[in-house]
């Protein structure tokens, strides 16, 4: 990474201060790029999925590891809902979404209630584990809500077997004008759902997977309690990477509880952060670190810099750590400040293997709040920060009275605010295709078939608020 001569000024930048210079090129198309990660921790896209409570589920680490990203469930799930959240992700397919599934004897309000817990738009309705009919919205409209669902499925579903090829399930599908397939195993019993873009996706994106070839995914520790023995608990849970997050990385309790995690040698990238500074990644690799992560105050839920004036401009704070990291062999990971896919490519060009958003990927389908309507018609989830009211209610939720009222008195970040379901893109695939294809393209412009030359190739300029103000497209003219 570079910049223009001249162009370095002598304060830290947002990723809204850069611009990418294009460069000459033999890269012509973007599917010529390899998005895959080098840090260790299997992913094939360079988007993790922060640990927040209202954005990191089950339905969310399916999909996206199916994608090639990786979810970290968050620190505050117990242990056991931990294990089973990992357990639900390694049985998944590779392939196939996993349908809400209901009974012929369920209501029509219960499949509406469900329905949009996936983005494929559909209930299977099954019977001796074998799909009879399928219900989505339409089949709801216009009908009772007591009314059962064996009295309203769509009998005439495309069914497929569960080995026949995305590409061949895409061929039935245009085929037959429709949008859904049922995958049904040799024995007929349900075996998933594929829509023409998953068919289509498939051939684009290779799933994050482990030594076993099942889907990743990983889990957050704090700094509290008896951090070893979680740890190695989640870790013997199936948690292909172990993230250990606090709001201050750069603390001697995190050192501490890092090295008595990493004198454990649990055989899987260890994680840890916040930090923002050079002497930061140096102090969390030293202790045991793999992957440092960096960002203090850039989220969309978080106030600490309203709050304490602590924080830094995150490029800045991404190309310092990552220049450190580099010279010590770890990795980074860019957390917080994402809105626009270039954002994504910046951080890559700064030196983050990987890139972590929240609040982004909790207005989606996927995300584990459920869907609600404003008055003006427009779908949205709530998100919350982990710092906030509302997660510290519940996280103290064990703690006396008096404990709660006194740690209430100390609460950053947003409670509750209303992220709005995107209807160009309203799944977390769709985030993802909009994502992967800014970054491919901002490789092709620089030259760059790897995440890896992106960062070497990069030459980078500064700009003003005007200049950043000129990029955004007028969809609705002058």
Avoid at 41 to 54: H, L
Wanted: some cysteine.
């Amino acid at each position: 990474m570079q910049f223009l001569p001249g162009h370095q000024p002598p304060y830290d930048l947002t990723y809204d201060d850069i611009f990418l210079v294009p460069n000459r090129t033999e890269v012509t198309s973007r599917f010529d790029v390899d998005l895959s990660t080098s840090d260790g921790t299997g992913t094939t896209i360079p988007i993790v999925v922060a640990n927040m409570t209202a954005v990191a589920g089950r339905r969310m680490a399916e999909t996206v590891a199916r994608r090639g990203g990786i979810v970290v469930l968050p620190q505050d799930l117990p242990l056991g809902a931990a294990a089973d959240t990992i357990s639900f992700v390694k049985a998944r397919s590779l392939v196939a979404d996993t349908p809400v599934v209901l009974g012929p004897d369920h209501s029509v309000s219960e499949a509406l209630a469900l329905i949009h817990k996936r983005a494929h738009g559909a209930v299977v309705v099954v019977e001796n584990d074998r799909p009879i009919g399928v219900v989505t919205e339409a089949s709801c409209a216009d009908v009772d809500r007591f009314a059962r669902l064996g009295a309203v499925a769509e009998t005439g579903f495309v069914t497929v077997a569960a080995d026949t090829s995305p590409r061949e399930i895409f061929e039935t599908l245009e085929s037959q004008h429709a949008h859904l397939a049922v995958l049904v195993a040799a024995d007929g019993t349900l075996a998933g759902v594929l829509t023409r873009t998953g068919a289509v996706r498939t051939g684009i994106y290779d799933p994050a997977i482990d030594a076993s070839g099942k889907l990743r995914i990983a889990a957050a520790v704090g700094i509290n309690g008896d951090v070893p023995a979680k740890a190695k608990a989640l870790v013997d849970a199936g948690a292909d990477v172990l993230v250990m997050d606090t709001a201050h990385g750069h603390q001697i309790k995190m050192l501490e509880a890092l090295r008595s995690v990493a004198d454990l040698r649990l055989g899987v990238p260890l994680v840890a952060g916040n930090v923002v500074s050079a002497e930061g990644t140096r102090d969390l690799a030293a202790a045991g670190a793999d992957i440092i992560k960096v960002g203090v105050g850039p989220g969309a839920m978080c106030t600490t810099r309203m709050m304490t004036g602590v924080g830094r401009p995150q490029f800045s704070a991404v190309a310092e750590c990552a220049s450190a990291a580099k010279d010590l062999g770890v990795h980074i990971w860019a957390d917080g400040g994402v809105r626009h896919p270039r954002d994504v490519a910046l951080a890559i060009a700064a030196g983050a293997s990987n890139v972590m958003i929240g609040s982004w990927f909790a207005g989606t389908y996927e995300s584990p709040g459920d869907l609600r309507v404003d008055r003006d018609g427009n779908a949205y989830k709530e998100s919350f920060g982990m710092a906030s009211k509302r997660a510290v209610a519940a996280r103290t939720v064990t703690d006396n009275a008096f404990d709660r009222a006194r740690k209430a008195l100390f609460e950053e970040g947003i409670s509750s605010s209303r992220m709005r379901l995107d209807p160009e893109r309203p799944g977390v695939e769709d985030l993802i295709d909009h994502i992967c294809s800014g970054v491919r393209s901002a490789c092709t412009y620089a030259g760059a078939r790897t995440l890896g030359e992106l960062h070497d190739k990069a030459v980078l300029g500064v700009q003003s608020a005007a200049g950043f103000a000129e990029g955004r497209p007028l969809p609705s003219g002058w």
